[in-house]
């Protein structure tokens, strides 16, 4: 089956550090990857789209400047949560398509970021 | 704009019984619905995804069912065992993007 990998699983750093999460799908080229947050008890939110070679597509209230998301090649995404504050302490779930069924996505397991 | 509810938010139940979650959603233009399951701290697990041009899909004792035109969805657990507690997630899937709904948090008691 389609399998996708998230590094690191989980990461603590210092509020106004940049942190980096990769997004890897490891038997399939992603034509387009997606990344989501979750907080606590909440639902997933779907911060952006991103399909290689092309600028991400931020949804409503996302900051691009502040999650900059690169997607290099089919089978490599990354977010990179710039100058992290503690509400930004969240898990950071990737997802990517490009199987056989039109739309479906396949799911990393997801990053628990903690800021100080 | 997509919205998706799932009821109820919360289920106990005791071990054995059937029991069955609920998916609503606004837009019925969806390619895709798709169940998932996710335990404490991890990720997501696909359980069954139901294509727009399909009733349902059935996986051990899990049997999901699709009715776009009454933007309603249902997932069908048998025999439910302690194992099966965890959070369960419906995503209606539009022209590029899920849409998540709130989710059901269900606890088997032994």
């Known amino acids: 089956g389609a399998v996708v990998s998230q590094h690191p699983s989980w990461v603590i750093c210092k509020s106004g550090t940049s942190v980096k999460i990769e997004c890897r799908s490891l038997?399939?080229?992603?034509?387009?990857m997606f990344w989501y947050r979750q907080f606590p008890k909440q639902s997933l939110m779907l911060m952006a789209t991103?399909?290689?070679?092309?600028?991400?597509?931020?949804e409503q209230g996302v900051e691009k400047d502040k999650f900059l998301i690169n997607h290099a090649s089919l089978t490599l995404s990354t977010l990179t949560v710039t100058s992290a504050h503690p509400e930004d302490s969240s898990f950071y779930i990737c997802?990517?398509?490009?199987?056989?069924?039109?739309?479906?996505?396949?799911f990393g397991p997801g990053t628990r970021l903690t800021v100080l | 704009k997509q919205e998706v509810t799932q009821i109820p938010a919360a289920l106990s139940v005791p071990e054995g019984e059937n029991l069955v979650l609920n998916c609503s959603f606004t837009?019925?233009?969806?390619?895709?619905l798709q169940w998932f399951r996710q335990d404490p701290g991890k990720g997501l697990t696909s359980l069954l995804l139901?294509?727009?041009?399909?009733r349902e899909q059935t996986s051990g004792r899990l049997n999901a069912s699709l009715d776009k035109s009454s933007g309603r969805s249902t997932l069908y657990i048998a025999a439910s065992q302690p194992g099966d507690s965890a959070t369960y997630l419906c995503?209606?899937?539009?022209?590029?993007?899920?849409?998540f709904g709130t989710g059901t948090r269900l606890k088997v008691l032994a």
């Open positions: 991103s399909n290689e070679g092309s600028k991400a597509t931020y």
């Open positions: 038997d399939f080229q992603a034509t387009t």
């Open positions: 995503a209606a899937s539009g022209t590029y993007k899920y849409i």
């Open positions: 997802s990517a398509s490009g199987g056989l069924v039109y739309n479906e996505q396949f």
């Open positions: 837009d019925s233009a969806i390619y895709n």
């Open positions: 139901i294509q727009s041009s399909q």
